[in-house]
């Protein structure tokens, strides 16, 4: 369960990878990202965020390694991730306007996440 938590949240990260360059692309203009794929990202990101909560459930695979906590922290800034996430998505809604520093931030907690749950799940 833990390696399907990662796979769908490298997918997800893949995924915002690829919003962004679009959204760096559209200077200037207020197009919104394709909505398709946004909301492709927002799925996998909150499907992979559930799978690594139910994964976590179980003991951690190596506490000898000095990681067992990461497992916690990487779950934690996802979830500050998402709903920072949730927060651009009623911004778009609303037509605010582009997120440009709330994007900055989601992304920054969200690659936080990711890159400790690497961490987590590969050493």
Known sequence: ?????FLILGLAV???SVLFVIHLRRT???????WRLAALHGLLGVGGLFCLILALRHPPPRI???T???GAISVGLLAVAAFLGGGIFVLRLANKGRAGSLIGIHATLAISGFVILAAYVLV
């Open 1 to 5: 369960m833990l390696d399907g938590a």
């Open 14 to 16: 893949l995924l915002g």
């Open 28 to 34: 200037g203009a207020t197009y919104p990202a394709p």
């Open 64 to 66: 000898d390694q000095g």
């Open 68 to 70: 067992a906590g990461f």
